[in-house]
Each structure stands twice: as structure tokens, then as C-alpha cells.
């Protein structure tokens, strides 16, 4: 098991049905390559935990590498573990603030600074997470 972070900025802003597009495109590839994850996205910024095979997530990593929608795309953290973060979940979609376009999908959370998942919570998280925290928090005082 392999867990690989990201960021990237988008090449220009995604409206909302661009966003549940990409989101459902997303969902998709990762049940084919057996990948679970997160996908957060403000202020044109995309932050994405992807979790599964190594090679599976290197693939998909690279994918958006060479995705031309993205841009400035940083890796900011790999590794092996022992467990899934967001097992049952092909992909969970935070969005800062709340757009109720989302409200029904599953897996959709609004994000800000006083709703955060449980395993983003301080002394509960693992290496990933806290990476992944990082990310969210600059976001967060970046569209604040």
C-alpha cells in the first residue's frame, strides 16, 4: 500500500459542473486502479491524498502531471503504509465553503476551519495526514 500527495494549480478556474465532471471522471479511474483518496479543491488549487498500489497511484500522479489543466503540480509527500485513510471511498470531495450543487454526491463535504474529517484531527493523524493538513491549512488562510 502507497499513499502520494499533491498539489497543483488549475490553468484557469473550474465552474461547478467542470468540477462534478472532473469528480466523477476521478471516482471512475479510481475504482479501475483500485485506488481510494481525497480530492480538495479552492481558489483555483487542487490538493489530492491518493491512496492504493504503488504503481497505480505513481500512474494516476503522473497523470495529472501531464494533465494540461493542471499547473505548478508539487509532490509533496510519498511513502508506504500500512492502511487506507479513506478506505470505502474512491474519492471524498472537500470544497471550501458550501455550494449546494454537491450536496448530494457522495463522499461531498464543505470544508473550513471548523469542520475537518476525523482523521485530520491533531493527535490522530498519521505522517499523511499531517502533510495533507498542512496543505488544507494554507489553503484555508490563503481564500480567508
Known amino acids: 500500500m502507497y499513499e502520494i500527495i499533491y498539489s497543483s494549480v488549475a490553468t484557469k478556474k473550474f465552474s461547478d459542473a467542470e468540477l462534478m465532471d472532473l469528480l466523477g471522471i476521478s471516482k471512475l479511474k479510481n ?9 480538495v479543491y479552492g481558489g483555483g488549487t487542487f490538493v489530492q491524498l491518493i491512496e492504493g498500489g504503488m504503481d497505480e497511484a505513481r500512474e494516476l500522479y503522473q497523470y495529472v502531471f501531464l494533465d494540461p489543466r493542471h499547473t505548478r503540480v508539487e509532490l509533496s509527500h510519498q511513502q508506504r503504509i500500512y492502511e487506507r485513510s479513506f478506505s470505502g471511498w474512491s474519492m471524498v470531495f472537500k470544497k471550501f465553503g458550501y455550494d ?11 470544508l473550513n476551519a471548523g469542520c475537518l474529517p476525523k482523521n485530520l484531527v491533531p493527535g490522530t493523524m498519521t505522517l499523511g495526514m499531517k502533510v495533507l493538513r498542512k496543505h488544507l491549512d494554507k489553503l484555508h488562510y490563503e481564500l480567508c
Do not use: D, K, R, W
Open 31 to 39: 475504482e479501475q486502479l483500485g485506488l481510494t483518496g481525497m480530492l
Open 100 to 110: 449546494a450543487i454537491y450536496e448530494n454526491e457522495p463522499g461531498y463535504e464543505s
